[in-house]
Structure formats: C-alpha cells, structure tokens
C-alpha cells in the first residue's frame, strides 16, 4: 500500500496541527497504521499506532496526553491530532503501515514536515 502524508507546517509553541495519511486503497482489518518522526540529527522514533478498529492505540511517552491518533478506514486515512506542541516536536512525520503479526513497518509515506518555533 502508498501512503501520502501531508498537513505538516510551521506553528508556534502551545499551538496545534492536524497530520493526515492517505493509503492508496483500502487497508484491511490485518493493517496496523502507525507514525513515526525523525527531528535533525536523530534517529526515527516511534510516535503513535492504531489498529483497524481503532480499539487499541499505542504512544511514545513524549507525546502521550498531547497527541492523538485516529483513522476513518472509509476515507483510507488515518489523522495525528498533535496539541500543545513544543520545540522538541520538530520533525520530519512519517506514516507506516505494518502487517497485525509483523514486527516491521512494511510501507513508509514520504514525510511531511513539522516546525514547532518557541
């Protein structure tokens, strides 16, 4: 499956964006949806994951309480709500999509940018 990941920006500390994820064609109930970001000089991190029910979600701890992951499986797309961002939540987003009983992401969008300004 392509996914194409978009609605990343520039945004002030405290403020919010809304990233999106569009999958090429429907993903089945076998899909785990997930995203990940890389900020400069580091290595890519995990943020969030959803299943197809979207009954179990997972968070880094660094984003618990502020961002929040969400798919409509009959638009093809899964959301990140990110609240209450700060500086350290720069980065470039990456959605991903794995297999239920996989322990690797097997499809990667290209990235879409986040610049959080204090």
């Known amino acids: 499956v392509q996914l194409q990941a978009s609605g990343g920006g520039l945004v002030q500390a405290g403020g919010s964006l809304r990233l999106s994820c569009a999958a090429s064609r429907r993903t089945s109930s076998n899909y785990v949806m997930g995203w990940f970001r890389q900020a400069p000089g580091k290595e890519r991190e995990f943020v969030a994951s959803?299943?197809?029910?979207?009954?179990?979600?997972d968070y880094a701890d660094s984003v618990k309480g502020r961002f929040t992951i969400s798919r409509d499986n009959a638009k093809n797309t899964v959301y990140l709500q990110m609240n209450s961002l700060k500086p350290e939540d720069t980065a470039v987003y990456f959605c991903?999509?794995?297999?239920?009983?996989?322990?690797?992401?097997?499809?990667w969008g290209q990235g879409t940018l986040v610049t959080v300004s204090s």
């Open positions: 991903a999509a794995r297999f239920l009983i996989a322990t690797t992401w097997g499809s």
């Open positions: 959803i299943n197809y029910g979207g009954s179990s979600t």
